[in-house]
């Protein structure tokens, strides 16, 4: 008798559910310290830029900013990661993110494609992928170099040599990219998962030329470190082997200067990497000098 009076009152104690007409409104949620904006490029083309910015008086010689590329699909995480560490004492909140994006509610969006790539020579890629547009590498460097960067700049304190890029998938190959041809546009860049199968693995050619020019003078291998990552079930595409591989290469240019490191995340496929690499990617974006 006194099991069932018990239970009796849990549920009358439990609220009654809500008739439809009282069931409250529901709002958009805004992630707290973001703002957000479209972005039209010279090109014509318009970019939703996401930025998460730490509240109060930026530092003496300003924020360090990390640029995150797909930001549909990946700033939020980067956005409440760098938020929280406020609670972790080490600073790893101190840092602007910007996420660069699309237009639209679409995770990854098509458009994508034609900004991370240099126009396709192999026929069987070409044939695959017909329906959607590439070879947009040039112009989406520029928007990134020549406009965003310093529009960034002009809207929030920065630190000019504490500026970093991550990219996974396709992004990754278009960081490789840029810490191939451009060193020195980014103190540090992130690649995870870097599609270097793309193109019959034509990234290869941009590696060479850059080691030409490392061996001429070894102040190139000094501009800019590189951190690769990889999942450990990455099979697609080879990208756990060509990641490792990209790795071994550059390990003995550290006598140069090149401060370059992999990381094989244990247990991780192409599509949960990028999860499991925000926070390393944070301590990389913070490490100075």
Do not use: C
């Given at each position: 008798?006194?099991i069932?009076?018990a239970?009796?009152?849990?549920i009358?104690?439990?609220?009654l559910?809500?008739a439809?007409?009282e069931?409250p409104?529901?709002?958009?949620?805004?992630?707290?310290?973001t703002?957000?904006?479209?972005?039209?490029?010279?090109?014509?083309?318009t970019?939703r830029?996401f930025v998460?910015?730490?509240v109060?008086?930026?530092?003496e010689?300003?924020?360090p900013v990390l640029?995150?590329l797909d930001g549909?699909?990946?700033?939020a995480?980067?956005?409440?990661?760098?938020?929280i560490q406020?609670f972790?004492?080490?600073?790893?909140?101190k840092?602007?993110v910007v996420?660069?994006?699309?237009p639209?509610?679409?995770v990854y969006d098509?458009?994508?494609?034609e900004?991370?790539?240099?126009?396709?020579a192999?026929?069987?890629?070409?044939?695959l992928?017909?329906?959607?547009?590439?070879g947009?590498?040039?112009a989406?460097?520029?928007f990134?170099?020549d406009?965003?960067?310093?529009?960034?700049?002009?809207?929030?304190?920065?630190h000019p040599?504490?500026?970093?890029?991550?990219g996974h998938?396709?992004?990754g190959?278009f960081?490789?990219h840029?810490?191939?041809?451009?060193?020195?546009?980014?103190?540090?860049?992130i690649a995870?998962?870097?599609s270097?199968?793309w193109?019959?693995?034509?990234?290869l050619?941009e590696e060479s030329?850059?080691r030409v020019?490392a061996?001429e003078g070894?102040?190139?291998a000094?501009r800019?470190?590189?951190l690769?990552i990889a999942?450990e079930y990455?099979t697609?595409g080879s990208i756990?082997q060509?990641?490792?591989?990209?790795a071994?290469?550059?390990a003995?240019l550290?006598?140069?200067?090149?401060?370059?490191?992999?990381l094989l995340?244990?247990?991780e496929?192409?599509?949960?990497v990028?999860?499991?690499s925000?926070t390393?990617?944070?301590?990389s974006?913070?490490?100075?000098?």
């Amino acid at each position: 008798m006194r099991i069932v009076a018990a239970s009796l009152w849990l549920i009358l104690a439990l609220p009654l559910p809500l008739a439809a007409s009282e069931v409250p409104a529901a709002t958009p949620y805004a992630m707290p310290e973001t703002e957000i904006w479209d972005m039209r490029a010279a090109t014509g083309r318009t970019y939703r830029i996401f930025v998460s910015r730490p509240v109060g008086a930026p530092p003496e010689a300003g924020y360090p900013v990390l640029y995150v590329l797909d930001g549909n699909a990946m700033f939020a995480g980067f956005a409440e990661a760098r938020r929280i560490q406020g609670f972790g004492g080490r600073d790893l909140d101190k840092m602007i993110v910007v996420g660069i994006g699309h237009p639209g509610e679409q995770v990854y969006d098509p458009r994508r494609m034609e900004d991370f790539t240099a126009p396709i020579a192999a026929p069987e890629l070409k044939q695959l992928y017909a329906k959607y547009p590439s070879g947009g590498r040039d112009a989406f460097r520029a928007f990134l170099l020549d406009e965003l960067k310093p529009s960034i700049a002009k809207r929030y304190r920065v630190h000019p040599r504490r500026q970093a890029l991550y990219g996974h998938s396709l992004g990754g190959l278009f960081a490789l990219h840029l810490f191939f041809s451009h060193p020195g546009a980014f103190d540090t860049i992130i690649a995870a998962s870097p599609s270097i199968w793309w193109d019959d693995q034509a990234i290869l050619a941009e590696e060479s030329r850059w080691r030409v020019r490392a061996a001429e003078g070894g102040a190139i291998a000094r501009r800019t470190r590189l951190l690769v990552i990889a999942g450990e079930y990455e099979t697609e595409g080879s990208i756990a082997q060509d990641s490792a591989a990209l790795a071994a290469r550059l390990a003995p240019l550290s006598g140069q200067g090149l401060r370059s490191e992999y990381l094989l995340l244990d247990g991780e496929t192409h599509v949960t990497v990028p999860h499991r690499s925000i926070t390393v990617t944070m301590r990389s974006v913070m490490r100075w000098p």
